[in-house]
């Protein structure tokens, strides 16, 4: 009999062993989910700001793009090599002279031209 009594008691204690071993594995599993779920959020959260940043790159890329093209248009040079500056239709009104503004004509006696010095005296004869 005693041998029963001392089984029953040694299964109690097993239970009691199996039941801590069984929370603390869920603690441990609850832990360790609870690390993954954080780094599958980093991640994510890293790959969301990589395609901002690239998308803004994209964006600045166009940018340079239209801004390199704008000035090359500028400069008056093809990508040929070829002057485009003399065939420009606002080169082509100057040359018209019914598209320019008339010139005004020149004054007689010059604004800043040189006096002589000393200045002549007018009662002076030679």
Avoid: H
């Avoid at 089984?7 to 832990?31: E, F």
């Avoid at 599958?40 to 790959?47: F, L």
């Amino acid at each position: 009999m005693g041998q029963i009594i001392g089984n029953a008691l040694s299964s109690g204690n097993y239970r009691t062993m199996a039941s801590v071993a069984r929370s603390q594995g869920r603690a441990q599993q609850a832990a360790y989910n609870l690390k993954a779920n954080n780094l599958e959020e980093e991640a994510r959260a890293d790959s969301r700001l990589a395609a901002l940043n690239m998308s803004r790159m994209r964006e600045n890329q166009a940018s340079n793009q239209a801004s390199a093209r704008a000035r090359q248009a500028c400069s008056g040079f093809a990508a040929e090599g070829s002057s485009m500056q003399n065939n420009s239709p606002w080169r082509m009104s100057l040359k018209n002279p019914l598209l320019t503004w008339p010139s005004p004509t020149p004054s007689p006696i010059p604004v800043n031209a040189p006096q002589p010095w000393p200045p002549a005296s007018r009662d002076a004869s030679p």
